[in-house]
């Protein structure tokens, strides 16, 4: 496993991505996730980039997490080369999880959340890229 992003939930997109850009990092991708309720932005660094997250109403997960705890860090983000592999890996290991299933996410991606009680407070986010699994069929 290795750092795809880190995913910070924002008020405003365009208020952040300018913030982010004054610091001399342009975003790189921009799109809507339906079945987050988001619209995300990516911004790359050296080593990894930000998803920063907007969601589309407070009675979202993300909108939810802005009530609740403000703007900031919401999740951390592992690539992994076979996200059922290491979902079964983790339920056999008894790990709590909020996704017993992958769902698309961002850039086609396929996504699946370790629950924060089972990381230390740290919500957990799975990535398989798409042509990973394609490949695999």
């Known amino acids: 496993m290795k750092l ?3 995913g910070v939930a924002v008020e405003d997109l ?3 991505l ?13 799109e809507t996730v339906p ?3 988001v619209e995300v932005a990516f911004v790359p660094f050296s080593g990894g980039r930000f998803e920063l997250l907007q969601p589309h109403g407070v009675d979202t ?5 802005l009530a609740k705890r403000g703007p900031g860090m919401h999740h951390v983000a592992l690539a992994v080369d076979d996200i059922r592999m290491e979902l079964q890996r983790l339920r056999d290991a008894g790990v709590r999880l909020i996704d017993a299933e992958p ?3 961002a850039e086609g991606t396929w996504v699946a959340f ?3 009680a089972a990381t230390g407070g740290v919500l957990l986010e799975l990535v398989e890229r798409a042509a990973e ?3 695999r069929g």
């Open 35 to 37: 079945d987050d309720q």
């Open 133 to 135: 699994s394609d490949a």
């Open 61 to 65: 997960p993300v909108g939810r997490f």
């Open 18 to 30: 300018s913030a982010y850009q004054a610091l001399g990092l342009p975003s790189s991708h921009r």
């Open 103 to 105: 769902r698309r996410g």
């Open 14 to 16: 365009d208020a952040s």
């Open 114 to 116: 370790v629950h924060p």
């Open 4 to 6: 795809d992003h880190i």
